[in-house]
């Protein structure tokens, strides 16, 4: 099989890491090869962050390419816009509608672009957009955005809801397994 | 089991595996997950140092007494660890010693983009270069062998892209070793002119011997192609990248050991193929030294020595097809990182920037000071340049800048290597402004303990340096404390030690908000009624206040409370509870 490649983009600090964590531990456990790259240290001060997860029989390169991605999983609007060239021509973008502003908009330097969704799909690119925010409120906190956009994510999968949730007990601490399980199928029953 | 690691957690794996038993580190992204792992085994003592300098020198004490040590960090640091380094390798050691260095290409979060290989070369140490997590073990455990075959340290060479990347290993067994026994030796381990020049020449010796080691080691692997059109010579994440373009054709000669080179391999490999081409980050060392050899190579003609490389950037140097994607057609703004809702560091930034003083900079979080809104740092450099750097800038200014300018350092940073420079200012009587920003933790590389918090890398209370004692020791007598969240405070105590004729140290003190240990005060709210739009609280650049609908708005879910904004605004719209 080809190499298939999901990229994980948000804001530091939304959460990324722990989807990229789980997405992993389910692909391992169904006999792929896997990759994931995380990006620590300044940019997650509030920057813009990306992951890279790779799975397929044999992985090389840990790092996803612009038109290789075929799924780019977003966690604020406007990083799904800034990651579009990295999706293949056939590929998927499932994001969260939230706005974060960055700092050029705050300060009043630059202005968040309207009618992203819009804007995405006349660029030919296939967008899944939903309101995340409310449904990981629904679920018990705005922390729990990153489960509910892998419920999202699951509807493109064949795993098992088995296998979902095995990954999940394995990746979240109990205290808060409920809520995030919660969160997961609050997104994909959305 | 096969799980997936990280590759600095695979290093660590290795550092367990191979009965390493001490390891001391200073952190440093993208090296600092290595001791953090290595810290969660029993049976490895591990240890923040106060610099790369320290932890080296320590490291190699644990192998002079017999045990196999290890020290990490990133690539600037071994410019701090440099000068043991380069010592130790004429001494060698007794049981195994390895440095690991993290490099940075594309400055993903440092100052600079150095190649570290060419450390190796420099010091005539060897080095090994692995690929993925895998090879993290694997050449870790290597190191092990070569360091205590050839008596020397080896350094061990990470990048961003391996130490922060997860694939797939299979841990086994630690094995325990022995204790080596120490025995004194002066010839070999005092350094002084007479014994040094007796071990030059082993260490070059050494060097020979490690070449012809090279040329037949399992770590350097010549995988054949069907094809001689095309060969690659590689080497650590850029063998992944070609792999995932070239197919089965192409012939690649991977390079685990990195220094010193293969010569023959090399000479056999090139004269395999039609046409041979190094494919590297930075600089073009083994293409360099593949020109050296007279062998024809091609290399930085077709890919940058500048940034990262990547599959679609080495695919287009070698003009093979490459993958295009659809980029909106509307500008996106940028999303610098920021300085956290909260962050302590901010009120005190905001105070030096309506000052408008001239701020000798240094590492750390609260390099974010330097961009907009706040753009309050006019030079960063590495690490303790701050303390040094204002004592020239005001001595140059013969005192006339003695007034207007502050260098600010955090508290991490300041033990690093601020305190010499702190020694100089009082030596050679400047009337420098020196800001220690003491946030209770080192605060960029994810929230390491040091030598001011109190507490080990284990979280075990240790010993606390009294900032203000110790700036006293050092000969500074007018020492300060401040709250930055209190910018009243902030503003009178920065104004008075500027004026005063001598050396100052004012300690800015509050704990980086992101500490669990923080209790947050409930978010502020905007009485959209008294804000009249003026955007004072907009001047210091925190995340969780925007502008919408022309009056100020607080995003409940960032805001700490910390009150720095409602003390800029006038009309008093910025609520408590």
Same mark, same amino acid.
């Given at each position: 099989?080809?190499t298939?490649?999901?990229?994980?983009?948000?804001?530091?600090?939304?959460?990324?890491?722990?989807?990229?964590?789980?997405?992993?531990?389910?692909?391992?456990?169904?006999?792929?090869?896997?990759?994931?790259?995380?990006?620590?240290?300044m940019?997650?001060?509030?920057?813009?962050?990306?992951?890279?997860?790779?799975?397929?029989?044999?992985?090389?390169?840990?790092?996803?390419?612009?038109?290789?991605?075929?799924?780019?999983?977003?966690?604020?609007?406007?990083?799904?816009?800034?990651?579009?060239?990295?999706?293949?021509?056939?590929?998927?973008?499932?994001?969260?509608?939230?706005?974060?502003?960055?700092?050029?908009?705050?300060?009043?330097?630059?202005?968040?672009?309207?009618?992203?969704?819009?804007?995405?799909?006349?660029?030919?690119?296939?967008?899944?957009?939903?309101?995340?925010?409310?449904?990981?409120?629904?679920?018990?906190?705005?922390?729990?955005?990153?489960?509910?956009?892998?419920?999202?994510?699951?509807?493109?999968?064949?795993?098992?809801?088995e296998?979902?949730?095995?990954?999940?007990?394995?990746?979240?601490?109990?205290?808060?397994?409920?809520?995030?399980?919660?969160?997961?199928?609050?997104?994909?029953?959305? | 089991?096969?799980?997936?690691?990280?590759?600095?957690?695979?290093?660590?794996?290795?550092?367990?595996?191979?009965?390493?038993?001490?390891?001391?580190?200073?952190p440093?992204?993208?090296?600092?997950?290595?001791?953090?792992?290595?810290?969660?085994?029993?049976?490895?003592?591990?240890?923040?140092? !106060?610099? #790369? /300098?320290?932890?080296?020198?320590?490291?190699?004490?644990?192998?002079m @007494?017999? *045990? $196999?040590?290890?020290?990490?960090?990133?690539?600037?640091?071994?410019?701090?660890?440099?000068?043991?380094?380069?010592?130790?390798a004429?001494?060698?050691?007794?049981?195994?010693m390895?440095?690991?260095?993290?490099?940075?290409?594309?400055?993903?979060?440092?100052?600079?983009?150095?190649?570290?290989?060419?450390?190796?070369?420099?010091?005539?140490?060897?080095?090994?270069?692995?690929?993925?997590?895998a090879?993290?073990?694997?050449?870790?455990?290597?190191?092990?062998?070569?360091?205590?075959?050839?008596?020397?340290?080896?350094?061990?060479?990470?990048?961003?892209r391996?130490?922060h990347?997860q694939?797939?290993?299979?841990?086994?067994?630690?094995?325990?070793?022995?204790?080596? !026994?120490? #025995? /004194?030796?002066?010839?070999?381990?005092?350094?002084?002119?007479?014994? @040094?020049? *007796? $071990?030059?020449?082993i260490?070059?010796?050494?060097?020979?011997?490690?070449?012809?080691?090279?040329?037949?080691?399992?770590?350097?692997?010549?995988?054949?192609g069907?094809?001689?059109?095309?060969?690659?010579?590689?080497?650590?994440?850029?063998?992944?990248?070609?792999?995932?373009?070239?197919?089965?054709?192409?012939?690649?000669?991977k390079?685990?050991?990195?220094?010193?080179?293969?010569?023959?391999?090399?000479?056999?490999?090139?004269?395999?193929?039609?046409?041979?081409?190094?494919?590297?980050?930075?600089?073009?060392?083994?293409?360099?030294?593949?020109?050296?050899l007279?062998l024809?190579?091609?290399?930085?003609n077709?890919?940058?020595?500048?940034?990262?490389?990547?599959?679609?950037?080495?695919?287009?140097?070698?003009?093979?097809?490459?993958?295009?994607?659809? @980029?909106?057609?509307?500008?996106?703004?940028?999303?610098?990182?920021?300085?956290?809702?909260?962050?302590?560091?901010?009120?005190?930034?905001?105070?030096?920037?309506?000052?408008?003083?001239?701020?000798?900079?240094?590492?750390?979080?609260?390099?974010?000071?330097?961009?907009?809104?706040?753009?309050?740092?006019?030079?960063?450099?590495?690490?303790?340049?701050?303390?040094?750097?204002?004592?020239?800038?005001?001595?140059?200014?013969?005192?006339?800048?003695?007034?207007?300018?502050?260098?600010?350092?955090?508290?991490?940073?300041?033990?690093?290597?601020?305190?010499?420079g702190?020694?100089?200012?009082?030596?050679?009587?400047?009337?420098?402004?020196?800001?220690?920003?003491?946030?209770?933790?080192?605060?960029?590389?994810?929230?390491?303990?040091?030598?001011?918090?109190?507490y080990?890398?284990?979280?075990?209370?240790?010993?606390?340096?009294?900032?203000?004692?110790?700036?006293?020791?050092?000969?500074?007598?007018?020492?300060?404390?401040?709250?930055?969240?209190?910018?009243?405070?902030?503003?009178?105590?920065?104004?008075?030690?500027?004026?005063?004729?001598?050396?100052?140290?004012?300690?800015?003190?509050?704990?980086?908000?992101?500490?669990?240990?923080?209790?947050?005060?409930?978010?502020?709210?905007?009485?959209?009624?008294?804000?009249?739009?003026?955007?004072?609280?907009?001047?210091?650049?925190?995340?969780?206040i925007?502008?919408?609908?022309?009056?100020?708005?607080?995003?409940?879910?960032?805001?700490?409370?910390?009150?720095?904004?409602?003390?800029?605004?006038?009309?008093?719209?910025?609520r408590?509870?």
């Open positions: 099989m080809k298939k490649n999901i990229m994980i983009v948000g804001v530091g600090g939304q959460g990324s890491l722990l989807a990229s964590k789980l997405l992993g531990k389910l692909l391992l456990q169904r006999g792929y090869d896997v990759k994931v790259s995380e990006v620590h240290g940019s997650q001060r509030g920057g813009s962050v990306v992951t890279y997860v790779r799975y397929g029989e044999k992985v090389y390169s840990p790092i996803i390419d612009t038109g290789e991605a075929d799924i780019i999983v977003s966690f604020e609007l406007l990083e799904a816009a800034r990651w579009t060239q990295y999706l293949r021509p056939d590929g998927t973008i499932v994001t969260n509608t939230q706005r974060i502003n960055p700092m050029p908009v705050i300060t009043g330097a630059a202005e968040y672009p309207s009618e992203l969704v819009a804007k995405m799909e006349t660029a030919g690119c296939r967008v899944d957009a939903f309101d995340a925010l409310s449904l990981a409120k629904e679920a018990g906190s705005s922390k729990a955005v990153n489960l509910v956009l892998m419920g999202r994510l699951s509807r493109y999968f064949d795993f098992s809801e296998e979902w949730q095995q990954a999940i007990e394995q990746s979240v601490p109990p205290k808060f397994l409920e809520m995030n399980r919660k969160a997961f199928a609050l997104g994909a029953k959305s | 089991m096969k799980q997936l690691m990280l590759g600095n957690e695979a290093v660590a794996r290795g550092l367990y595996e191979a009965g390493c038993a001490f390891v001391s580190s200073y440093g992204t993208p090296s600092t997950e290595i001791t953090e792992c290595a810290a969660k085994y029993p049976e490895i003592y591990a240890e923040w140092a !106060p610099n #790369e /300098k320290v932890a080296v020198e320590a490291a190699f004490g644990a192998s @007494a017999g *045990k $196999r040590s290890f020290c990490g960090m990133k690539h600037v640091g071994l410019n701090v660890a440099a000068d043991p380094l380069f010592t130790i004429y001494t060698g050691v007794n049981a195994g390895i440095i690991a260095v993290a490099d940075d290409a594309g400055m993903h979060s440092s100052q600079n983009e150095q190649d570290s290989r060419n450390y190796a070369k420099a010091a005539k140490v060897p080095m090994l270069e692995p690929s993925d997590a090879e993290g073990i694997a050449f870790t455990k290597l190191a092990y062998e070569i360091s205590e075959q050839f008596d020397t340290p080896v350094l061990l060479k990470m990048c961003t391996v130490a990347s694939s797939v290993v299979e841990p086994s067994e630690r094995v325990e070793l022995p204790q080596k !026994p120490y #025995e /004194k030796n002066p010839m070999k381990y005092i350094m002084m002119p007479g014994y @040094a020049k *007796k $071990r030059h020449p260490v070059e010796a050494r060097l020979n011997a490690l070449a012809e080691y090279a040329a037949t080691a399992s770590c350097n692997r010549y995988e054949r069907t094809e001689r059109k095309l060969g690659i010579i590689t080497s650590s994440t850029c063998y992944q990248y070609v792999r995932e373009i070239c197919g089965r054709e192409v012939s690649v000669l390079l685990g050991m990195i220094w010193p080179l293969p010569d023959q391999l090399l000479k056999d490999f090139v004269s395999s193929v039609d046409r041979a081409v190094v494919v590297e980050e930075l600089d073009g060392f083994v293409e360099d030294y593949c020109k050296t007279g024809q190579v091609e290399g930085k077709l890919f940058s020595n500048i940034d990262e490389l990547s599959q679609n950037k080495i695919a287009a140097g070698l003009g093979l097809p490459v993958p295009e994607g659809r @980029a909106l057609e509307e500008a996106i703004p940028a999303r610098p990182p920021v300085m956290c809702a909260g962050c302590p560091h901010r009120g005190l930034y905001y105070t030096l920037k309506k000052l408008k003083l001239n701020v000798i900079g240094d590492i750390g979080c609260y390099t974010l000071g330097a961009v907009a809104p706040l753009n309050a740092v006019d030079s960063v450099i590495c690490m303790g340049a701050s303390v040094s750097g204002i004592h020239g800038f005001n001595k140059a200014n013969e005192g006339k800048t003695d007034a207007n300018t502050v260098a600010v350092i955090g508290d991490s940073t300041f033990m690093h290597s601020g305190m010499t702190l020694v100089n200012i009082a030596y050679n009587d400047s009337h420098s402004t020196v800001i220690i920003l003491d946030n209770s933790i080192t605060g960029m590389t994810g929230h390491q303990q040091n030598p001011t918090t109190g080990n890398l284990k979280g075990d209370p240790a010993a606390k340096v009294d900032l203000e004692a110790l700036c006293h020791a050092l000969g500074i007598r007018r020492v300060s404390v401040v709250d930055p969240y209190d910018l009243g405070q902030c503003e009178r105590v920065i104004k008075e030690e500027l004026a005063a004729p001598e050396a100052s140290v004012i300690i800015s003190r509050r704990p980086c908000a992101l500490l669990k240990y923080v209790k947050h005060k409930a978010p502020l709210h905007v009485d959209a009624e008294k804000c009249v739009s003026c955007k004072a609280c907009m001047r210091i650049g925190c995340p969780a925007s502008i919408v609908d022309s009056k100020a708005k607080v995003d409940s879910t960032q805001c700490t409370g910390c009150g720095v904004c409602r003390q800029l605004c006038k009309f008093d719209a910025l408590e509870g």
